[in-house]
């Protein structure tokens, strides 16, 4: 094998590291799923369901390997039980941003700096169900070239989409596409004058390919290069051979950021990502609804005073759709949380959770699952044993988090739902049983911190009634008499 090539560093029945860690308010959080990871920095990208009815996570690891990021792979049961772990790479940077399940294995798309070029190419590699590579291919100019979404279409070819410098020198959105082997068909590179990429891609069933992605922006997992002026939400529609048939901008005056495209059920597509123009704050989650010519239908944004990044998006058997990405307007102890919103095929939000701990955690990708909740991945400081690891969540249909230690559906310590939300009438406060027993506060303030509402709430029926209350978006305060007990904080909607 040639020495520039990635190499395969698999590790069978990786500990995931699970368990209480502590804090420095001294109140101990229980890890809210399953943590990947060592000592450095290890980040979840994507995450795909297997054909055994698993997962595999896909991202980036410093942990395993003594040069820089390697592929890293973990593929778990439904239950949560590691079955291996594989890292893949060479004496530079390798990323796996992107995979998907086929027959007999998995396709993953990302980017390596091994393979004799200056700089990135786009890596495509497929792999068996034990993880082992049975080919791999790569793709570029030369001069900087990046995988972000691999699908398969309909007649077994591969769709790549990434980003090139080789058309350029700003960037363009870069697709490939290539046969079932990997062996490229043709490539097309689209963009404007400043740099312009894509993150998601889909097939429509006339064979025709839906783009989305961002004019004049630079992506970089969730934040934006603000030197940029303007920067929309874009969406491009092309042949099965790759000529454009249109292409449409969605945003107004400020930054406006497309990651995630899905086809609607009643026609038209779901444009997701992240907005300046819309919302609440400095970021806000944006969801459009566009018909089959690219027209915008409606939107919808979600978010606070603070920013929140829209990341992924997937749809479960019953058309609603799960929004993922990352807060800080409701992050614990102020720090960037994931953020999960359930909502109908209007873009109403049926339910929503914060996920995560005193530090940093990015949320990076969703899948619905066949029992209509979902799963997401992505990278957290607040657990795990590293600087970064990897953190994956199992959350049932109605906002619950699944403990996957021991298949048991049941609320964690540090976690808390209010049912509805939103509310119109009359809410109830769910906490897990040993929470339940004390009385508690109910603060309900405005996004700019004003205080509305208190509420003095006698366990264990901890209900509160918002009529008399305008419609609006509210910040809710949950606090007990013991100053030492947890505070829970996050959003609440009133209809």
Known sequence: MNSNQPQIRKKTLLLAFIGLVMVHTGISQNNPGLTFGGSNNDNGYALCLTQEGGYIISGASRSFTSNADDIYLNKISNSGNLIWSMTYGGPHQDFARSIISIDGGFLLLGDVWDGGDPRTSMYLCKLDLDGNKLWDKQFGTGYDEKGFKVKQAANGDFLLLGYSRGYDLVGDVFLVRTDNLGNELWHNSYGYDREDYAMDILENEDGTIMIA????????????????????????????????????????????????????????????????????????????????????????????????????????????????????????????????????????????ITIGGDNIDYGYSVVATADSGCAVVGSSQSFGSGMFDVLFVKIDKNGLIENLMNGIDTLLDNQIVIAPNPVSNTGHILLNEANMTASRTLEIKTINGSLIKKYRLTAPDLSFNVMGLPAAIYVYTLYSDDPSAQVFRGKLIVR
């Not at 969605?250 to 495209?261: E, P, R, V």
């Not at 089959?292 to 606070?304: A, K, M, N, R």
């Open 213 to 352: 992605g961002t004019k004049n922006g630079f992506f970089n997992d969730v934040h934006a290069d603000y030197e940029r002026h303007d920067a929309d939400m874009l969406v491009i529609k092309v042949e099965s051979g790759g000529q454009e048939i249109w292409r449409q901008l969605y945003g107004l005056d400020n930054h406006d950021f497309g990651y995630s495209i899905k086809k609607a059920q009643d026609g038209g597509y779901y444009l997701f990502g992240s907005s300046q123009s819309y919302g609440e704050g400095s970021f806000d989650m944006l969801l459009i609804k566009i018909n089959e010519s690219g027209v915008e239908e409606w939107h919808q944004s979600y978010g606070g005073p603070e920013y929140e990044y829209g990341m992924s998006l997937d749809l479960n058997q019953n058309n609603e759709l799960f929004l993922f990405g990352t807060t800080k307007s409701f992050g614990q102890n102020s720090s960037a949380d994931f953020y999960l919103i359930k909502s109908d095929d209007q873009g109403n939000a049926l339910w929503e």
